[in-house]
């Protein structure tokens, strides 16, 4: 079956970085445009970015957050620099054309 498993969260400065995974299964990984969504406390859940034929990122992450996948591997990665405390939420993956979802992971950002 479809599955996504997210990780690579934590407990991070303002100002500092993570690099969040996800690797993929139970389908054909390179034939499908991946995206990473994240929902913050009391929110709903927001697209963050997404890779295809190219990235396109939400405004709030753009020149900070890098999506990027590796084939070979079922992965898709977030580089996320400069993180504030507004980025704090779960991070979800997912494939665009299907709704499945792993469980998440957590990035807080605080001092």
């Known amino acids: 079956q479809v599955q996504f498993v997210e990780s690579g969260g934590g407990l991070v400065q303002p100002g500092g970085s993570l690099r969040l995974s996800c690797v993929a299964s139970g389908f054909t990984f390179r034939r499908y445009g991946m995206a990473w969504y994240r929902q913050a406390p009391g929110k709903e859940r927001d697209l963050v970015a997404t890779?295809?034929?190219?990235?396109k990122y939400a405004d709030s992450v753009k020149g900070r957050f890098t999506i990027s996948r590796d084939n070979a591997k079922n992965t898709v990665y977030l580089q996320m620099n400069s993180l504030k405390p507004e980025d704090t939420a779960v991070y979800y993956c997912k494939a665009i054309a299907m709704d499945y979802w792993g469980k998440g992971t957590l990035v807080t950002v605080s001092s």
């Open positions: 890779i295809g034929v190219s990235t």
